[in-house]
């Protein structure tokens, strides 16, 4: 059982979570993420270490309210308890001095994006980072990324805040004004593959961070299995992190989108329930 000490609206969906796991907290590295389940029965999904405080033996989780798990959790107040944090788990993120590293953030994948630039800057790496939201309510940690980046472009869909286009647009901006030696992208799947075509295209080696279905998070059920260089790999124990040149994008969205129809029931009979 994991306390909760502390929670923040970051927008209406999405929700920063500061949570007691000390053991979790000790071993977190960028890149890491934990499994979450409430109640003994519950779901488990796996949600990124945003960031992690040693003194406290806190970690950070954010959670955007998409399913009934996520809704679940996101009901969950201060001094509450989750009932299982399983964690670190995955390989950690491979961080070195590059040079320039552009790193582009859609959505609640800056979530998961933010330690990586942390780290980044810490070894030396000029970090140029785009952040990419439909509006300006929907930006988050902004203020974070700022702290640890040379360069941030804001894109939102609707023009609301930042430059109005896609993350692709930002990210293309930089690219043709300067040398980048690798890109890391994070957000939904349909980004990342339209991200991975952009620096495909300019030949930049890119890094795609993937949050596939996952049920046990020790490789064993397949449940997040994805094809990379036609080779089957397990983003639990494998990744989260893989080329992203070489990642069956299609296949991916297929996978993710399995499920839809059924979540969409479930969550459609868990909000009758709960108003």
């Known amino acids: 059982?994991?306390?909760?000490?502390?929670?923040?609206?970051?927008?209406?969906?999405?929700?920063?979570?500061e949570i007691l796991a000390p053991q979790i907290a000790k071993k977190r590295m960028a890149g890491h993420f934990v499994i979450v389940k409430?109640?003994?029965?519950?779901e488990r999904i796996p949600l990124t270490i945003s960031s992690a405080n040693l003194n406290t033996g806190t970690i950070t989780l954010i959670v955007q309210k998409v399913g009934v798990t996520s809704h679940k959790l996101a009901?969950?107040?201060?001094?509450?308890?989750?009932?299982d944090i399983v964690g670190p788990l995955g390989q950690p993120t491979h961080i070195e001095n590059f040079g320039t590293v552009l790193c582009a953030g859609g959505g609640v994948g800056v979530a998961p994006l933010l330690p990586i630039v942390e780290e980044l800057k810490k070894k030396g790496n000029r970090v140029i980072t785009v952040l990419a939201a439909r509006s300006k309510d929907l930006v988050i940690l902004e203020k974070?990324?700022?702290?640890?980046?040379?360069?941030?472009?804001?894109?939102?869909?609707?023009?609301?805040?930042?430059?109005?286009?896609?993350?692709?647009?930002?990210?293309?901006?930089?690219?043709?004004?300067?040398?980048i030696d690798l890109a890391i992208t994070i957000g939904p799947a349909i980004m990342m593959k339209f991200t991975s075509l952009l620096t495909k295209k300019y030949i930049i080696p890119t890094l795609a961070s993937l949050n596939s279905i996952m049920v046990d998070g020790t490789g064993m059920c397949g449940a997040c299995r994805v094809s990379v260089s036609n080779k089957t790999k397990f983003v639990c124990v494998d990744g989260p992190?893989?080329?992203?040149h070489q990642i069956d994008f299609d296949e991916l969205l297929m996978r993710l989108g399995g499920y839809q129809e059924d979540e969409m029931k479930a969550l459609d009979s868990y909000s009758k329930l709960n108003n």
Do not use: P
């Open 1 to 17: 059982m994991h306390q909760i000490l502390h929670k923040e609206y970051l927008s209406e969906k999405v929700v920063k979570f």
């Open 38 to 42: 409430i109640g003994q029965k519950g």
């Open 75 to 83: 009901m969950l107040e201060i001094d509450d308890y989750i009932t």
């Open 144 to 179: 974070e990324i700022r702290a640890s980046s040379d360069q941030v472009i804001i894109m939102t869909d609707d023009g609301s805040y930042g430059k109005k286009g896609l993350v692709t647009n930002g990210m293309e901006e930089v690219i043709l004004n300067q040398k």
């Open 241 to 244: 992190e893989f080329d992203a």
